[in-house]
């Protein structure tokens, strides 16, 4: 069931937000395809509209102003149509999302907490660090002593029709991840390049 402060975050930016929004619940909650119903919202500004987006990105993510302000930033010493990529790598490859991409948990906001509370290592290293930076051949795997924890029970199952993403995968067998590629923007939910423009007023 989706908390009512996620319900209104929802609302107000669209049910890519959270997983708990993309479902016919929301849906018929709201209307068509997550909007306000029958209310014609307002046309937005231009600024309107890169604030939504920042919005809807800091809230998908789970990070804070000042991360999502320091990607951008990071992201905008790439000159030229590489800035966009960079900036979607660099939002990618945090450890929470990227444990998220492998169907380990049901959200970010979920394994944020896996990853806080000891659950993995990388590189033979244990991270609590949800936004920990990922490299290329990065090797994440379940610390051996959280295996048995109830929220890694029936991965196989969970994982048995999942869809990986091109750039990383998870061996059941080994129970660890491997970063195998940059991260290729698939999101046409996320407007990247509004967000760039907002932090470049």
């Not at 030229?80 to 900036?87: C, D, L």
């Not at 295996?147 to 660890?176: C, G, H, Q, T, V």
């Not at 991260?183 to 996320?190: A, C, G, I, R």
């Amino acid at each position: 069931m989706i908390s009512k402060p996620k319900f209104k975050i929802c609302r107000r930016l669209g049910p890519g937000v959270y997983d708990k929004c993309q479902t016919s619940k929301f849906t018929t909650a709201t209307g068509k395809s997550g909007s306000l119903g029958a209310r014609r919202p307002k046309a937005l500004s231009e600024y309107g509209a890169q604030l939504i987006e920042k919005q809807k990105i800091r809230f998908s993510y789970g990070i804070s102003e000042r991360q999502l302000s320091n990607y951008v930033k990071k992201a905008s010493h790439v000159k030229g149509a590489g800035t966009t990529e960079k900036f979607y790598e660099e939002l990618e490859s945090r450890l929470d999302n990227a444990i998220y991409r492998m169907g380990l948990g049901s959200s970010r906001r979920a394994t944020r907490q896996m990853v806080s509370h000891g659950h993995f290592i990388v590189n033979d290293k244990k991270v609590t660090i949800p936004s920990y930076e990922l490299k290329l051949g990065d090797i994440i795997k379940i610390r051996e002593g959280s295996r048995a924890k109830k929220i890694f029970n029936n991965i196989a199952e969970k994982l048995k029709d999942y869809n990986f993403p091109a750039w990383i995968s998870f061996d059941l067998e080994k129970m660890e991840g491997k970063v195998l590629a940059k991260p290729k923007n698939t999101e046409s939910f996320l407007d990247l390049n509004a967000v760039l423009e907002f932090y470049s007023r």
